[in-house]
């Protein structure tokens, strides 16, 4: 099936400094997803899109839904330690896919 | 506190044997799915279930089987067929086919 290319795969960025990730496919989707995982833990759902050119807040947290429904975007605003932890996209359609994930790591 | 529950949290396994994987909700959720989870990849999905009695294989089903008797309950059974069965496996829950999902804490299987 087709793949969702996500980036960066890892990021080390100081403690309230500013974040992106996209995610990006061959096709389109009828929603895009963004969840975050803590080690060991299974992925909490963070930010649903659900029309193209969608900008949709969640506290720090900001994703779009691109406008070609081909990518998608997730900002983090003023990043603390805690946002530590692997952020996934999913694009949905007739199934779902996700990407294979950021890497987050903020140094106090 | 309506949820997913996976159970156990880790479970080791001997070659050659098989072994089930519990996943229950009490979201009262239509759909539910089983992923798998390898260091540095995206979630694969392993079966799917729309409604009960009801199911469908996913991209990487072989060696596994499920079964849906229950709306609340899907299990996972890894089968002595799945050649590289040991790791991280994930249950999902959705109020229909392929809405935003909610997934439970996880199972870590490994095999010595």
């Known amino acids: 099936g087709q793949q969702l290319n996500q980036s960066p795969q890892s990021m080390f960025i100081q403690e309230g400094e500013d974040v992106s990730m996209n995610c990006t496919s061959s096709s389109i989707f009828n929603t895009w997803l963004w969840y975050k995982q803590d080690p060991g833990e299974g992925p909490v759902l963070l930010i649903a899109l659900y029309k193209a050119g969608e900008l949709t807040s969640n506290g720090r947290l900001t994703a779009q839904f691109g406008i070609t429904r081909k990518d998608s975007f997730l900002n983090i605003s003023a990043s603390i330690p805690s946002d530590v932890g692997i952020y996934f996209c999913?694009?949905?359609?007739?199934?779902?896919?996700f990407g294979a994930g950021t890497r987050l790591t903020v140094k106090p | 506190d309506g949820g997913i529950t996976q159970s156990p949290k880790y479970l080791f396994r001997k070659e050659g044997q098989n072994v089930t994987l519990s996943c229950e909700q009490n979201l009262n959720h239509d759909a539910m799915y089983w992923y798998r989870q390898d260091p540095g990849q995206g979630l694969r999905l392993i079966y799917y279930s729309q409604i009960v009695n009801d199911f469908q294989k996913g991209d990487i089903a072989e060696g596994y089987s499920v079964s849906r008797e229950k709306k609340e309950s899907f299990p996972l059974t890894v089968t002595s067929a799945q050649k590289n069965p040991t790791a991280f496996y994930l249950c999902?829950?959705?109020?229909?086919?392929?809405?935003?999902?909610?997934f439970g804490p996880g199972t870590r299987l490994t095999v010595l």
């Open positions: 999913a694009g949905q359609d007739n199934d779902m896919r």
């Open positions: 999902a829950s959705s109020e229909g086919n392929y809405n935003e999902q909610f």
